[in-house]
Every structure is written in C-alpha cells, then in structure tokens.
C-alpha cells in the first residue's frame, strides 16, 4: 500500500477543527487480524500481563485498555508506521530539518486498545484552556508543529448509542475552557454527557476508519447504551525527544521485528551512550 500523501482539504480542516476522519485507513483484512488478537486478550484483569500486552484501566467506567498493544502481533506492528496517517504525522508533529528529527521523527507515547461496554464512557478532557506542552497545537511560518496527535482506529462500527468519540471542533485554539467542561468530566466512575455539551461533535466512524485529532482538542466519548462493545486502538505520536506517558518500555523482541522507521518511532535513542560503551 502507498503511503497517503495528505491533501490541502485535509490540512486546511485539521488546522481548522484540530481532527480529521480518514476514511477506510484499515482494510478489512487488517481489522479482522487486529479484532481476532483482541479476542484473545480480552479477559485480561486490571494489571495482568499477557506476553508484553497489559490489561489496565483508569478505576471507572473507561473499559478495558490493553496498553503496548503494539506488542502483541505484526497488525499492531504495522501500525507504528502505516501508510493511511505515517504521512499526516510527520507534517502534523513537524520538525524536518531541525534537531527535533536528530534521533528520529517521531516518538509513540502510549499505544492501546480500547474496548468498552453499555455504560462506559470517558468524560470530556483537555483543550487549549489547559496550555500544556505535550498536547500543543501551533502554526508557524506556514507549518505545522505539534505536540502529540493521536489515531484512533474504529475496530467496529461506531454509531449512534455505541459511545463515539466526542470532540469540541477547533477547541485547540479555544482560549477558554468550556463552560460546561467541569460537569462532564468523570468523577469516580459517574460519567454524564460529552455529547449533550453545547458545539460538541460525536464523530461517528465504519470499522477501519480513524480520527486523528491533536490531544489539544477538547475530548472525551458518549456513554454506550447499545449492547456489545466499541473497539478502538490509540497510537500518540509526538517529537522524537518526547518521552513514555507511562512506565511501559518496549521489548527486545520488538525491537528486532521493527523496521527502521518503526525501530525509531518505539526507541528513538537505540544506542544509549555510557562510559562502557552502548
Ligand atoms: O475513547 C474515546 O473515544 C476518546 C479517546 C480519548 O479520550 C483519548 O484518546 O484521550
């Protein structure tokens, strides 16, 4: 498959609105590869480890994540680089020719899987009010730098009553923080209603399509009432001297099935220089 070269609609909407929908990023094949691996890890328990995958949430009613997803089998592999968004990150995170690409060109954060039943939900979050540096949208010199932008890829359809993910459009550059944001963030498992918020957008998606988004975007998802689950996988990409969100590290084995661009997307820094040599 080619790597997607981005359009001028597709810049112009993502500076815009802080997202972009690319439709059908995955092929069939590839989400029934990625679905029939997460079949097998699905029962995994907050803090169980399957292989290098582990089952984790955040104690409320987020669902199921399976953090370093790109662990567990070449389809989560080859989405560290895929050619539907590879191109879209390098131009959206930025930085070519200057010493931000010296290790690399990127650096993934946190990769995951997401799978969430009636009830769950995540509360609504970030957004340019809270001024941080790793979620940072900026425009300069007619480029585009960014702190981290995130894919998220539909596993399954996601419709109305699934629990889609919510977005404010352009909230990137807001220099307010909503006014209803505080009372739908998520307090001890009690969600209430990212889609009820005024300018909210629930971003419906086929499986195989993603959103990418830059993390400045105020964020969160609806509350699924259907029955069964929504699926969805996360890769964060920011600057190649960004560091992990969490204490994960990828493992040796990874590290050797990688390509290059992949090796340096997981570990910019493969060699590490110490007095004993690297
Ligand atoms: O699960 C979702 O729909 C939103 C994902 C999210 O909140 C995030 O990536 O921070």
């Known amino acids: 498959m080619k790597k997607k070269k981005i359009n001028e609609i597709d810049k112009y909407l993502f500076d815009l ?3 972009i929908v690319i439709k059908k990023a995955l092929k069939k094949s590839e ?8 079949d097998k890890l699905i029962n995994l328990k907050h803090n169980e480890w399957n292989g290098y995958v582990h089952g984790h949430n955040y104690g409320g009613k987020e669902g199921l994540n399976l953090q370093q997803i790109y662990e567990a089998g070449k389809p989560f592999e080859k989405l560290i680089d895929h050619p539907s ?10 930085g070519k020719g200057t010493f ?10 946190e990769n995951f899987a997401n799978v969430r039943g009636p009830g769950d939900a995540i509360g609504i979050h970030s957004g340019n009010h809270e001024g941080t540096q790793r979620g940072h949208y900026r425009y300069e010199n007619g480029k585009i730098h960014c702190g981290q932008i995130n894919i998220l890829v539909a596993l399954t359809n996601i419709g109305p009553g699934d629990g889609g993910t919510v977005v404010i459009p352009s909230s990137h550059k807001a220099n307010f923080k909503h006014p209803e944001f505080d009372k739908n963030k998520m307090f001890k498992g009690k969600v209430s209603h990212a889609d009820s918020m005024t300018a909210s957008k629930e971003v419906f998606l086929k499986a195989g399509d993603a959103l990418l988004f830059v993390d ?11 029955k069964g689950e929504r699926r969805v996988v996360i890769y964060r990409y920011g600057p190649s001297w960004g560091f992990f969100r969490h204490s994960y590290r990828p493992s040796k084995q990874l590290l050797k099935n990688l390509n290059k661009l992949q090796r340096r997307i997981v570990m910019p820094h493969e060699k590490i220089l110490t007095p004993q040599g690297g």
């Open 85 to 94: 968004w590879i191109n879209h990150m390098l131009e959206f995170v930025g």
């Open 17 to 19: 609105n802080g997202y």
């Open 100 to 109: 931000d690409h010296n290790h690399g060109p990127l650096f993934i954060d």
């Open 31 to 38: 989400v029934n590869e990625c679905n029939k691996i997460i």
């Open 216 to 226: 400045s975007l105020c964020h969160g998802s609806a509350k699924r009432i259907n």
